[in-house]
Nanobody, 116 residues
Framework: QVQLVESGGGLVQPGGSLRLSCATS????????MDWYRQAPGKQREMVAT???????NYTDSVKDRFTIFRDNAKNTVYLQMNNLKPEDTAIYYC??????????WGQGTQVTVSS
């Protein structure tokens, strides 16, 4: 059974940092791109960052220079380092993997709240 389990969310003050982790099991995703999405209350889910199997990354404009996505294939884990957090970063963050020919895999999400 494939599982994606996010962790690392929480409450942080503006300007603070958090590191999210997404631990995968049940399938080897080292050859697949992996992504972080987020969904804020009342808004559509949006892609935040993506990393290819060979480490190329891409970010939505609002998080560039603040967030970093990286992966450790030996640990089957993808991370999202979030610095200089802003209230508008408040959302549930989801790990996502799209494997060709299959429905995408999603984690259960982890809540990030940025508030003073």
């Amino acid at each position: 059974q494939v599982q994606l389990v996010e962790s690392g969310g929480g409450l942080v003050q503006p300007g603070g940092s958090l590191r999210l982790s997404c631990a995968t099991s049940g399938r080897d995703f080292s050859a697949n791109a992996m992504d972080w999405y987020r969904q804020a209350p009342g808004k559509q889910r949006e892609m935040v960052a993506t990393i290819t199997s060979i480490g190329y990354t891409n970010y939505t404009d609002s998080v560039k220079d603040r967030f970093t996505i990286f992966r450790d294939n030996a640990k089957n884990t993808v991370y999202l380092q979030m610095n200089n957090l802003k209230p508008e970063d408040t959302a549930i963050y989801y790990c996502h993997v799209k494997v060709p020919g299959r429905l995408p895999y999603w984690g259960q999400g982890t809540q990030v709240t940025v508030s003073s």
